[in-house]
């Protein structure tokens, strides 16, 4: 049996229009290749972006895709609507594209960019947006017209910035460091961090924070820290903030909710069994999105499942032995049937005695073509003893190792035995 998402990228990509059996109000968004690790919101649409390359507009109401865009070189790693219904995505490629709802091609894209995006925001006047960089620079992005202007704000990572209602911006990065800057990008106020910042988002003009140490903390437009708030001891991964609420989510997948106004927390439930890379959320619901690459819509007020819980991909080879239950981490980017490479990475359908990157109409790195590997049973499994960024270095296959020998084996035999 194929799973499930198969006949909708089929339908999507030779445009015929694809609806689900039966549209239900909250029902999961199914249809990316890959985790996903960008959303954002509207009352009607949501809009995700994912390692599959793809950034896809979702009818919310509906619960389908409206429009899938291709233009990202590697995973799109941040998503925003801008005013009437256009979006701007940006990704490891660190390019911003900007579109108009309903264009094949976006209106404005930046070039290429040595360092990864990886924290988007589009001031409140709507004229100008800022991405943080993996090299520790925000580029701001004056609108309609595109001027570039290139900061160097922080000397590690960006992981997180916001707009404040007045326009400065406010930034936290790798540095431990916050720093709040004027609309000319002159630091107006800065802090030291107790810990390592994952993510910021704006609230009622204060900053929320979210830490590695699994603490949520407040700081004041100006940087005091205000309460803080332990939720876990594990890292706090993922971050949104309503009106009413904020919103922060664990590497374990425990999503917490707290009183924008009040600071207190809510209610926390469990969404997942693997990491939340992106939250959303309004006065209705919360969306969740991950490793699985299926959207997840919960209510707001006491984070019950609207949709259906199980994510399909693996379920469709799951013949209960060891192999299968490795391939279920794989299953996410990888289909075995043939030609269809409409996950993040290729089919591995007869891939033993395959020499490497040369499945037809997969858009491999230029690091993988220009390698030499035949995969066999043991390259395979060599690959994930040492994992693709050394066996395979450039690959854009997220690094991951398998270190008991035993499931290496069950792995491949599991290959040997379905890839055919
Ligand atoms: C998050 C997505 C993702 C996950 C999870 C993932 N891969 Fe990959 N994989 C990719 C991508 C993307 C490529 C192509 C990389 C490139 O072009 O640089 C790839 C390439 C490969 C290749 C080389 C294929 C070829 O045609 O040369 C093999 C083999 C492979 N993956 C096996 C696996 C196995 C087995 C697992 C699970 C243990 C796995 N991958 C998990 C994304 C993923």
């Known amino acids: ?54 950034a896809i ?14 233009f990202h070189d590697g995973n799109v790693t941040a998503v925003a609507f801008l005013q ?47 991405a943080g960089f993996r090299d520790g620079q925000i580029l701001t992005l004056s609108l309609p017209e595109g001027v570039e202007r290139w900061h160097q704000a922080h000397s590690d990572r960006i992981t997180g910035l916001g707009y404040l209602a007045s326009g400065d911006l406010v930034s936290v990065g790798g540095d431990q460091r916050l720093m709040r800057w004027s609309p000319e990008f002159s630091p107006r106020a800065q802090a030291t961090l107790p810990a390592l910042p994952n993510g910021l988002a704006v609230s009622q003009g204060r900053l929320a924070v979210i830490f590695a140490d699994g603490a949520l903390r407040m700081y004041s437009e100006t940087g005091d820290l205000l309460p803080e708030h332990f939720l876990t ?14 919103v922060a989510a664990a590497i374990d997948g425990t999503v917490w909710r707290l009183d924008a106004t009040a600071l207190t927390q809510e ?57 299968a239950e490795i391939w279920r981490s794989c299953a ?20 033993f005695g395959m020499r490497i990157a040369s499945q037809p109409g997969f858009d491999y790195s230029g690091a993988l073509r220009d390698m030499d590997i035949i995969w066999t049973e043991k390259t395979v499994a060599e690959l994930f003893e040492y994992g693709p960024d050394e066996y395979t270095p450039g690959s854009r296959m997220p690094d991951q190792r398998i270190s008991d020998p035993a499931d290496r084996a069950a792995l491949v035999e599991f290959l040997a035995r379905t890839s055919e």
């Open 1 to 54: 049996m194929r799973p499930a998402v198969w006949p909708f990228w089929r339908a999507a990509l030779t445009g015929a229009a694809f609806t689900l059996a039966a549209p239900l109000h909250g029902q999961d968004l199914e249809g990316h290749g890959g985790p996903v690790g960008a959303l954002a919101v509207t009352p009607d649409h949501v809009l995700s972006g994912s390692f599959d390359t793809r």
């Open 57 to 70: 507009l979702w009818d919310r109401a509906q619960a389908r895709a409206v429009e899938i865009t291709r």
């Open 84 to 130: 009437g219904g256009a979006f701007v995505t940006a990704g490891q490629d660190g390019r911003i594209a900007l579109w108009e709802a309903g264009a094949a091609r976006p209106y404005l894209a930046t070039d290429h960019a040595p360092s990864a995006i990886a924290a988007l925001d589009v001031a409140p006047d709507a004229r100008t947006l800022a």
């Open 233 to 246: 001891d594990r890292p706090l991964v993922a971050l949104a903030t309503s009106a009413m609420d904020i």
């Open 267 to 323: 209610m926390s439930f469990p969404a997942s069994d693997g990491p939340i890379w992106a939250l959303a959320l309004d006065d209705s619901e919360i969306l969740t999105a991950g490793h699985s690459g299926v959207i997840r819509r919960w209510a707001r007020e006491d984070g019950a499942a609207l949709g259906r819980a199980d994510p399909q991909q693996a379920a469709s080879f799951d013949d209960g032995s060891r192999g």
């Open 332 to 351: 996410v980017c990888h289909s075995l049937e043939p030609d269809d490479h409409n996950r993040a990475g290729p089919s591995l359908h007869g891939i």
